[in-house]
């Protein structure tokens, strides 16, 4: 939906995709049950690389404040620049699977790409090494508030939930750590969401003979000149293409990486000092 030219509407007869639903039952009619997991494996890489260097880097950051600054390193404004900083560090990690996964994700039939190592060496060949960062500044543009947003507005909620949970209430702490991160994640996806269009329209730059059977295709010379294209052609509203299961995979990855986060931590903890647990807890 982020890379269709065309309106998303089943009024324009030229429109592929008009949302969600019809979305889901065309690419099963022509694609089959197998394309909803396009670029599966590059995005297995993306979501273990960015995850682990975000928080090391997150973890680093937030001790380096509390040991040579002033700031608490539990206040919001911290996570919320620790946050930004941390996922910037990931980004530019991880920024050549990003890509990956978005071509793999992309293209049509027959594939341009049959598997990883064909598109590596492909891309390396015919674009450079350069193809493999295509789209980097508009991530970075976009992850620095996106990631500091989600981390500031987890911890944000996470004292909120203080104050509407009893103390006591310990079962119910993976639930509100699932909770406030899907809600971090809705919140801040919805407020950095066109540059997330603008670094997919980026990324198949260079592959548009991959997706002519989807319709229009563009070419776009960097950022600027891309969203000038997006708001002459396609009005403010091609910003939000696909915003509706963008923001569904926000609630539910960003929920489920706090989760799992904060319970092996916990676990982590556990194990190394199991009495350090009950005095933490006491």
């Known amino acids: ?28 009619r022509e694609e089959g049950l197998t394309a909803f997991w396009k ?3 590059p995005a297995q890489f993306l979501s273990v690389g960015f995850g682990a ?10 001790e380096l404040v509390h040991s040579v600054t ?3 390193a539990r206040d919001s404004f911290v996570h919320l620049v620790c946050g930004g900083l941390a996922a910037c560090t990931a980004t530019v990690a991880v920024q ?5 996964r978005t071509r793999f994700a992309a293209q049509g ?13 492909t891309m390396y060949q015919t674009e450079g090494p350069q193809a493999f960062y295509r789209g980097l500044t508009p991530t970075l543009v976009a992850i620095f508030p996106y990631a500091g947003l989600q981390f500031f507005f987890y911890n944000t909620l996470q004292q909120f939930s203080k104050w509407v949970i009893p103390a006591e209430a310990k079962n119910g702490a993976s639930i509100k750590n699932l909770v406030c ?30 997706r002519a059977a989807f319709g229009q295709v563009r070419t776009y010379g960097g950022l600027l000149d891309c969203m000038r294209q997006i708001m002459r052609e396609e009005g403010p509203g091609g910003f939000f293409k696909g915003l509706s299961p963008s923001l569904l995979k926000a ?21 190394k000092s199991p009495e350090s647990m009950k005095r933490k807890e006491g």
């Open 1 to 28: 939906l982020q890379l269709q030219i065309e309106q998303l509407s089943s009024r324009n007869p030229a429109a592929k995709y008009h949302g969600i639903l019809q979305a889901v039952q065309r690419i099963f």
């Open 181 to 210: 991160g899907s809600c971090a994640g809705v919140i801040s996806k919805s407020l950095t969401y066109p540059l997330d269009v603008v670094k997919k329209r980026l990324q198949v730059g260079g592959f548009e003979h991959a």
């Open 96 to 100: 050549p699977v990003d890509t990956l």
């Open 53 to 62: 260097v975000q928080f090391m880097a997150f973890e680093s950051l937030t």
């Open 39 to 41: 670029g599966h494996v």
């Open 70 to 72: 002033s700031f608490n």
């Open 109 to 121: 039939e027959p594939k341009i790409y049959p598997n990883l190592r064909h598109a590596v060496v």
């Open 251 to 271: 609630a539910f990855s960003s929920g489920l990486i706090f989760f799992w986060y904060e319970l092996f931590c916990g676990l982590l903890c556990a194990l």
